[in-house]
């Protein structure tokens, strides 16, 4: 039988004490491709457990002292917990039961036939990657909840959820301002949610994407007839927003001509459909948003400055990414463990160089970019970690640090971050690497070997980074 093919290679424990039976065991699984470590009794199990990762264990239900139910406890106690198949050599039903009641997925009698056993270690090697693949996914769905679908521990996001949550609770109009790229339609969709009109519709049209002639109808609705080819009537965007909020997204570029209606709309809150003869009473909250800059418009004569100030009775300014701090490296971390979910991909952690990189990024895109950026960077990327060269040039074009360029304990170490502020000091990457480190630390509740194994570094190495003596 040609030996299954496991990428990357399943850690499997097997637990036996009698020491023929068990190197038998471990030369058949690492043949049909696991990597094994084998045990013979249930405390040495217990500490093999502590240690390493296991995708399986494969344990005797008899062992000196503890028995294989002890093994099973250990294993169960992992998060994530291992696959498990329980051996014996006096097989009865009542057996069978109890074991499966206790959490094994599968119960093999000794004499065990190998094939058998090969059959069974893949069926719960892959029951178990799927399991924990789905635990995966429904973390990634409660952490991507966030507010209202948007992500941010910084103190410029908190400001922002909050001034929200204030905002929303008035009727005026409002502007949502700032760079191409911020989430200023997920802005919209939150004071939406948050208002009294959460439970009417939300009705989002961009601005620049419907030709002049056609924007008119496509708001206000027409009658039959009102032009050439409408052969019925159609209820406007205003209309189908009633009792709820309309989105105006890239307002900037909407027609002057258009804008005035707009104006008069706000005040009296009456639509006239093209070509109709009365006027539709509605109750709709209007939402505004652009990148633009309004005021040079008005200066320009291409935006009306009246309808500038009824929009703004409340205005939100979203910040740049780059002025969020530690959010791009959680939503960085969050956008690979999608990439990684959806497409199968291994799971991507970022080195500490490439993390500094885009930290110092200036981040035109916004988080539109950053996402783009983590999907190019996970698909490229040659092993588990994505290092500099795994990002696009432009990332170091603009103050970022360069592919291979050294750590930097030089004069800038500490400087601030351009475009981010004076008081914002970047921490060098020492400080940046110990932290990490102490993060991965924490994960793995102190285990140093897991945590070395993780870090893709050797324990003596791991030891002297945490400025401790290595015990062996």
């Known amino acids: 039988m040609n030996a299954p093919q496991h990428a990357p290679r399943e850690a499997v424990l097997v637990v036996e004490d009698d020491r023929g039976h068990r190197e038998l065991l471990n030369e058949e699984l690492t043949e049909a491709g696991y990597v094994v470590t084998a045990v013979g009794s249930a405390e040495d199990a217990t500490q093999a457990l502590a240690q390493e ?203 002057v001509a258009m804008q005035s209606k707009l104006l008069r709309l706000l005040q009296d809150g009456r639509v006239r459909p093209v070509g109709a003869n009365e006027e539709i009473e509605t109750d709709v909250r209007i939402v505004a948003a652009t990148h633009q800059d309004l005021q040079a418009h008005i200066a320009e004569g291409r935006f009306r400055e009246d309808l500038y100030y009824r929009l703004e009775t409340f205005r939100i300014e979203i910040p740049p990414l780059r002025a969020r701090g530690d959010d791009i490296e959680h939503l960085a971390l969050q956008f690979l463990q999608q990439q990684a979910l959806a497409r199968s991909l291994p799971e991507r952690r970022l080195s500490p160089e490439a993390l500094r990189a885009l930290v110092r990024y200036s981040f035109p895109g916004n988080v539109r970019e950053l996402a783009s950026l983590m999907e190019r960077a996970a698909t490229l990327a040659a092993g588990e970690v994505i290092e500099t060269r795994d990002l696009p040039e432009r990332v170091f074009e603009g103050g970022g640090e360069s592919p291979g360029a050294p750590s930097g304990d030089g004069p800038d170490a500490g400087a601030p971050v351009p475009g981010i502020g004076d008081d914002w000091q970047w921490p060098t990457l020492e400080e940046r690497e110990h932290d990490y480190i102490q993060r991965v630390m924490e994960h793995v509740d102190g285990n140093k070997q897991r945590a070395a194994r993780i870090l893709g570094i050797g324990r003596k190495t791991l030891y002297r980074k945490l400025g401790e003596s290595d015990p062996s």
Do not use: W
């Open 53 to 255: 990762a296991f995708s399986l264990v494969v344990s005797d239900l008899r062992l000196p002292g503890a028995d294989g139910f002890q093994v099973l406890q250990e294993a169960r106690a992992r998060v994530p917990a291992p696959g498990f198949i329980m051996l014996t050599g006096f097989g009865t039903i009542d057996q069978a039961v109890a074991a499966l009641k206790a959490g094994a997925d599968d119960f093999l009698t000794k004499p065990v036939d190998l094939d058998h056993l090969r059959l069974a270690a893949d069926r719960v090697t892959e029951a178990r990657r799927l399991k924990d693949e789905v635990r995966r996914y429904r973390e990634v769905l409660a952490q991507s909840d966030g507010f209202h679908g948007m992500q941010g521990r910084s103190p410029a996001m908190l400001r922002l959820f909050e001034l929200i949550r204030r905002i929303a609770v008035a009727d005026g109009s409002v502007l949502i301002t700032g760079e191409s790229g911020t989430g200023k339609e997920l802005v919209a969709r939150a004071l939406h949610a948050e208002s009294d009109r959460a439970a009417g519709p939300f009705v989002a049209i961009n601005c620049a994407g419907i030709p002049e002639a056609l924007l008119e109808s496509e708001l206000l609705g027409h009658v039959a007839g009102a032009f050439s080819g409408a052969k019925g009537a159609r209820r406007g965007l205003f209309t189908e927003a009633d009792g709820g909020t309309l989105f105006l997204d890239e307002i900037a570029e909407m027609p």
